[in-house]
DNA sequence: CCTCAGATATGCT
DNA sequence: GCATATCTGAGGG
């Protein structure tokens, strides 16, 4: 399945027992992309690795439209092999490798043959006590060990990935355009990045973390 | 705050 | 073959 994907950081050891975490349930994946990339902010991924629980608070999402969206893989309907996962039922996992040297990890949303997703980019380490280890999406799939290996994985078949709702309070949701896709025509401005505007481990400038 | 190099899988011609 | 990418770290102002 993933045999060799690199170890979790032990600094993210949790149970996630103990917090009493419940799961999404699938029917959740398939609803509104952009609603579910709000909603996950707060929520926690988790790994297992060697019979032990390994996971971070997500602080900071976004959305990508699938075929209307340029700055989406699967924009126009593209389908490859990188992207397949992309068109899988909501729930899974798309991950890919880009820029020659990072991992990128996304939710898939909506339902098979739609094919949306929501970029994982920034999370808190259990103890919140190390902002910048999971601050970006290239270092949360390092953070995670996360690579094209995972990618297509299920997160609810009871496997080694999963994610929880979060127990506590909603954070404070901040909104702005997303980071990086600049070419993407008028998909550039679309307000589809949500953030914990009360989190440390946000990423990219200042001024995007403290926007409406 | 900004600019730029780095390293290479991926997709298109 | 060739241009590009859902990024990061270092260096400058």
Known sequence: MNPVSPPPDPRLRFEPDALRLREFP????????TEIARALVGAWFARRFDSQWYGARLV????YLGIQ??????????????????????????VYFVYGMHHCANIVSRVAGIAEAVLLRAAEDPAAAHPKLLSGPGRFC??????KAFSGEDLLDGGDLRLFRSGGSR???????????????????????????????????ARLRRKE
């Not at 900071?60 to 959305?63: K, P």
């Not at 990188?82 to 899988?88: D, G, S």
Request: no cysteine.
């Open 142 to 147: 390092a953070a995670l060990g996360l690579t």
């Open 171 to 205: 954070p404070q949701i901040g909104v702005t355009p997303r980071i990086g896709v600049d070419y993407a025509g008028e998909a550039r401005d679309w307000p589809l990045r949500f953030f914990d505007r009360d989190s440390a481990a946000v990423s990219g400038p």
């Open 69 to 94: 969206d340029a700055a989406a893989h699967s924009y126009r309907g593209r389908r490859t092999p990188r992207v397949e996962p992309m068109y899988m039922d909501g729930g899974h996992l798309y």
């Open 60 to 63: 900071e999402t976004e959305a």
């Open 26 to 33: 699938r029917a959740f994946y398939r609803g509104d992309t």
